[in-house]
């Protein structure tokens, strides 16, 4: 599969907003999402991320927030790690 290419402007723009909503910002919580904040149509519950803005932050499976997703990364060795939903 091909990737994706993106337009400069899209991603010059989306690097911002990304910017001003977390780059200095303090992650004061982790938790799992309650089963009184999950969505209705959602059977899974994600991982949650609390900055110190007051800001809630979660992964989703898509843009439109159809599901709850996994948080992934990679550790200062470059090994794979994830958060499931559970």
Do not use: C
């Not at 991982?47 to 803005?53: G, K, N």
């Amino acid at each position: 599969m091909s990737p994706v290419l993106i337009p400069d402007t899209l991603r010059a723009f989306w690097n911002e907003q990304a910017k001003s909503r977390l780059l200095g910002r303090k992650i004061i919580g982790v938790r799992y999402m309650t089963d009184e904040e999950l969505p209705e149509d959602w059977g899974e519950h994600p991982i949650v991320i609390m900055l110190d803005d007051n800001s809630v932050w979660y992964p989703s499976r898509d843009d439109e927030g159809n599901g709850p997703g996994s948080l992934f990364g990679q550790d200062i060795h470059h090994k794979d790690i994830s958060l499931p939903v559970i």
